[in-house]
């Protein structure tokens, strides 16, 4: 049996963010129900437990217990935020609600150099806290090793046991050291080894995927951006030919897209890819429509509607496959004393029609953005593609102010392609969040050769951001812009003037409409 780490999950918003800090670790993780019987745990011969953090106070009514002999059973334990207060509500402590909640930052002073979970760390940490209740009085067996302003509590031990119990919030990215401090749990105190790669993380989805779908049929709806692209390699490698993926061209792609996709997936993975070509479609019912909400509209409910006719060509399927991710998983607050967060499911395809009954499989859905990156190059999953920038929904329509024409998308797919093309040969495309160009539809007066032109403006943007929701424009070198402006004013026929986007985020937004 392989070595790993279980999580007990208390309803927490950062479960998978743990799971996700060991997999950092090369450690295996599992995540588990919080009224896991300890014997059930102990059949899986974890090397170290995980008690999450979670929304409910120790001493609520319906409050998430764990069985209380988890505690018998030799294994080392972390607790983090509401996992500390189980140690001492279970071990002879005391836990109150604090006087002040104690939310945000913090610093953490570490009193005892010696405590195996600080290792190498300086005296004084940035921390993140959330917590309303904290430990009053020690549990048995356990001292002080850490404190912050408001706790004294902060980080407590018990060597003998390997028990360890942390206020603040380790795996969260505003506790900057925080993953040493879990790499040294699962490392120092457990005394895992560096196992667990991408690799076995395949291995591991390939038969969890085989378990789920069993002989039965998927059906994956590929736009060609990372989620699904590598969504659908790993379908593939799961279940071979009962995938079929649906490729929906809906005339607003950028230059090659739709060639790409079926080279890739058709061609090089001999996926069985069902191409719809809807141009014709999409072009017709955008024709005159000239405001961003309807455009966008027109837009999903033609994509559900194509989409739904193929899914009938392709015949009897049972599953629905979709890329989504972790983040796009909402979970909203937990009813008090129920952890067993309820999950909503991001619908990339735009939610089907009444009477369309699918099972879903959403193979990436415990990992992160980055993670997926890194299994698409696992998978073989050209870094073209791994490493796009995004791209909406809406595509070309929502980057062409006004109406939206067969013209004017061949004008903005050129301009835009050789904004791809410079943005790649300068080394700056793979390093900021995304750069394109924009048609405006607005004429302005120039001249070229001997000739008066009178033709439309292009806007470039580029912008640095960690999640789309907040944006700086990047300040692009002047000899980029320049080559850009000129490439662009040359080679694409219709366009006679650029302008470069110094907006932000907020108050603009990344696209246009
Ligand atoms: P905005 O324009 O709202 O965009 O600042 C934030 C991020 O979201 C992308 N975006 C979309 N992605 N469907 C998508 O899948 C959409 O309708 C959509 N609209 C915007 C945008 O490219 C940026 O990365």
Partial sequence: MKEQIV???FGSQYTQVIARRVRECNVYSTIIHY?????????????????????????APKAPLPDKTIFELGVPVLGICFGVQLLAHFLGGKVEKGQKREYGKGTLTIKDKSCALFGKLPPK???????????????????????????????????????????????????????EIIANFVHGVCGCGKNWTMRNYVDQAVEEIRAQVGQEHVILGLSGGVDSSVA??????????????????????????????????ARSFKIKLQYENATKIFMTRLKGVTDPE?????????????????????????????GTLYPDIIESVPIAGNPAALIKSHHNVGGLPKGMKFKLVEPLKNLFKDEVRLL???????????????????????????????????????????????????????????SFAVLL?????????????????IAIRAVESQDGMTADWVKL????????????????????RCVFDITSKPPGTIEWE
């Fill in 232 to 265: 659908a390699a790993l379908l593939h490698k799961a279940i071979g030919d009962q995938l079929t993926c649906i490729f929906v061209n809906n005339g607003v792609l950028r230059a090659r897209e739709a060639e790409v996709v079926q080279n890739v997936f």
């Fill in 477 to 496: 070198p002047y000899d980029l812009l320049e080559k850009l402006a000129s490439r662009i004013i040359n080679e694409v026929k219709g366009v006679n």
């Fill in 441 to 457: 539809p607005v004429r302005s007066v120039g001249v070229m050769g001997d000739e008066r032109t009178y033709d439309y403006t």
């Fill in 376 to 434: 698409g190059e696992e998978l073989g999953v050209p870094k073209d593609i791994v490493w796009r920038q995004p791209f909406p929904g809406p595509g070309l329509a929502v980057r062409i102010l006004g109406e939206v024409t067969p013209s004017r998308c061949e004008i903005l797919r050129n301009a835009d392609a050789i904004v791809v093309e410079e943005m790649k040969a300068s080394g700056l495309y793979y390093k900021i969040w995304q």
């Fill in 125 to 179: 940490l940035q921390v993140w806290n959330s917590h309303g209740d904290k430990l009053t009085k020690m549990p048995a067996g356990f001292k002080t090793v850490a404190t912050t302003e408001n706790s004294e509590y902060a980080a407590i031990e018990n060597r003998a046991k390997k028990f360890f119990g942390l206020q603040f919030h380790p795996e969260v990215v505003h506790t900057p050291r925080g993953k």
């Fill in 35 to 59: 009224n896991t019987p300890a014997a059930e745990i102990a059949r899986m011969k974890p090397s170290g437990i995980i008690l999450s953090g979670g929304p409910s106070s120790v001493y």
């Fill in 7 to 9: 999580i007990l999950d």
């Fill in 294 to 322: 309807r455009k966008r509209k027109i837009i999903g409910k033609t994509f559900i509607e194509v989409f739904s006719s193929a899914m009938k060509r392709v015949g009897k399927a049972k599953f629905l496959a979709q």
